[in-house]
């Protein structure tokens, strides 16, 4: 389980297949990847159109329900990719450099780790144009974090830690399941959203003027120069903070190319 998202770059793969199609695709092969291994790491040579596993998913409503995939069928339908792949090679969105690399995603269970790296790049009240903007979005779209909350009692499957983290910001306290209600709950996230976002995070440097602030979306030609992203992922980074990096930079590509950054959380 994962927060799946995608830069929204138009391009001829998604106008064929969908945007959730080549998702589904890629993970259908990734799982029928996993699934042959297994099959072959216990001696057993069936060939996949012989091979299924039982497959459990969340409704909407929060019930699971299971159904019996065969692993030929999702080789079959991963196919699909193969004559799309020669149009990511150039593609501005394709951030991870690879087939598709528009689409990344953030594993679940969030690290407690993971949660205070993201709060602890909050602005405060020594940044007060930023700081206020945070406070400000905070109360007027009643970011309360109860969704959130609601997630992280569920057997530990969303959330390491059955607390959230705190900080304190000058007059008012945020915690994580605020900030992660601000991230992941709004639906799609636009590139306004998105480069107020970038500021909240420090991902892009933010000692700026007011009225550099109030035009940073969209963003100009030379917005990449100007404006660089200077997070770096690292490999010895925690799994959620390494995950929530590549979520940044993906949304800082997002906003450079005027876009939607996908989120299906």
Not at 88 to 108: E, K, T
Not at 173 to 182: A, G, L, R, Y
Request: glycine share 4%.
């Amino acid at each position: 389980m994962a927060i799946d998202y995608t830069i929204d770059y138009d391009c001829e793969p998604k106008r064929q297949l969908t945007t959730e199609g080549i998702r589904q695709r890629l993970k259908g092969a990734e799982r029928a990847a996993l699934i042959i291994q297994q099959y072959r790491d216990a001696g057993d040579e069936r060939p996949p159109s012989e091979m299924g596993f039982e497959f459990t998913q969340r409704t909407p409503e929060g019930e699971t329900e299971a159904q019996v995939v065969i692993v030929q069928d999702l080789l079959d339908q991963a196919a699909d990719l193969e004559p799309l792949v020669h149009h990511c090679a150039d593609c501005p969105a394709n951030r991870l450099g690879r087939p598709f690399g528009c689409m990344s995603f953030i594993n679940y269970p969030i690290t407690a780790a993971g949660e205070s790296w993201l709060i602890d790049r909050l602005p405060v009240p020594d940044e007060p144009l930023i700081w206020l903007l945070l406070k400000q979005g905070v109360d007027r779209f009643l970011y309360d974090g109860q969704q959130i909350a609601m997630l992280r009692q569920q057997d530990d499957i969303y959330f390491e830690s059955r607390k959230a983290a705190e900080r304190r910001l000058g007059e008012f306290t945020i915690d994580s399941n605020q900030v992660f209600e601000m991230c992941f709950t709004v639906g799609d996230i636009i590139p306004n959203h998105a480069s107020i976002l970038l500021l909240f995070f420090r991902a892009i440097h933010r000692d700026l003027e007011s009225d550099v602030i109030m035009n940073l979306a969209p963003a100009a030609l030379d917005a990449a120069e100007v404006h660089p992203f200077i997070i770096q992922q690292e490999s010895y980074d925690d799994p959620t903070i390494f995950d929530l990096k590549g979520f940044l930079e993906a949304l800082y590509l997002a906003w450079l190319l005027d876009v939607n950054l996908l989120v299906d959380a």
